[in-house]
């Protein structure tokens, strides 16, 4: 049971970034799971009711596992 225990902390989920439109968060999930990393997406219905909604109030957010953070900046970053 401890070894499970482990297994989740290691397993921790983070808010990557938060994006104005769906289409931006949608190329960097794109990109990312391209390389092999695990990510979702949320918000995305509230950005669709309101167009407005936007990353200051929250925005279209992109998680990931937390182990996973340098190598997706390493990759978002790239020009």
């Keep these: 049971m401890e070894k499970d ?3 989740h902390d290691s397993d921790k989920i983070v ?3 938060g994006y104005n439109t769906l289409s931006e968060a949608y190329e960097a999930r794109n990109m990312l799971e391209s390389c092999d990393i ?3 997406i949320s918000n995305e219905n509230m950005a669709t009711v ?3 909604f936007d990353s200051n109030v929250g925005g279209v957010r992109l998680h990931l ?3 996973d ?3 997706a900046r390493e990759i978002l970053q790239k020009p």
């Design 69 to 71: 953070l340098a190598r």
């Design 5 to 7: 225990m482990e297994n």
């Design 65 to 67: 596992f937390e182990k």
């Design 15 to 17: 808010v990557y970034s």
């Design 38 to 40: 695990p990510c979702f």
């Design 50 to 52: 309101y167009p407005m």
